[in-house]
């Protein structure tokens, strides 16, 4: 079955520091996203990407973050300068519709900022 | 302002069936209803949703009250890989992923 995967499972970084997430969707996908989950806290939205631009963001997804789509399989996002705060594990989906209500998610990438 | 309210925790015996039970009074008519779940820390993982009818996959029974205002997820033989957080979202059919806004959910624990 196929899956969406995401690279790194776990990253420690000091903070100020750059860091990209990576994620691979799910190949016939079109529209993809970045959700976050602080330790103990809610999943949140954080951007949604289609067709090699966002779509939609959140009010977390400030000047410090942005995503991108490099190659056809790829797609990343990046935190330019890490806060503690951003400690967090974020998780990558993806769909083939936008109106679909069924995101197949990544299992995530935990991101520690020391 | 949450959507959806369901309790923060419950037990079920292993092979029985688990029912998780989801108050949405304020659903409106176009709006479905979508069941995920997260297990330890893994990604969400869609398992259900429907609109009005009554739902069945390979996973679960998706049962909505005739006025909508309520649903019950059925896991028919719970096994202890059920044990995860459930989260019961209401979302417009042609909304954005925006709208599928995860609240605190219920942990349900399937004990041996």
């Known amino acids: 079955e196929p899956e969406v995967t995401q690279t790194p499972s776990h990253q420690v970084t000091q903070m100020g520091q750059e860091v990209i997430l990576r994620c691979v969707p799910i190949s016939n996908h079109l529209y993809f996203y970045w959700y976050r989950q602080i330790l103990g806290q809610k999943v949140e939205f954080l951007v949604s990407?289609?067709?090699?631009?966002?779509?939609?963001k959140s009010e977390i997804f400030d000047d410090q973050f942005s995503v991108e789509r490099p190659d056809g399989s790829n797609f990343t996002l990046k935190i330019r300068s890490t806060k503690l705060e951003d400690s967090a594990m974020y998780f990558c989906?993806?769909?083939?519709?936008?109106?679909?209500?069924?995101?197949?998610f990544g299992e995530g990438s935990r991101l520690t900022v020391l | 302002d949450a959507k959806t309210t369901q309790p923060p925790s419950m037990d079920c015996a292993e092979g029985r069936a688990a029912n998780l039970p989801c108050n949405h009074s304020?659903?409106?008519?176009?709006?479905?209803v979508y069941w995920y779940r997260q297990i330890h820390s893994q990604g969400p993982q869609y398992i259900i949703h429907?609109?009005?009818n009554n739902e069945t996959n390979e996973m679960a029974s998706l049962i909505i009250t005739e006025d909508r205002k309520s649903s019950t997820l059925i896991l028919p033989h719970a096994t202890l890989r059920d044990t995860a957080v459930y989260y019961c979202i209401v979302r417009v059919s042609s909304g954005s992923a925006r709208q599928l806004t995860f609240g605190s959910g219920t942990q349900l624990t399937v004990l041996p």
């Open positions: 304020t659903i409106s008519g176009n709006e479905y």
């Open positions: 989906a993806s769909t083939p519709r936008e109106d679909t209500g069924e995101l197949f």
């Open positions: 429907g609109l009005k």
């Open positions: 990407f289609y067709n090699n631009e966002i779509s939609e």
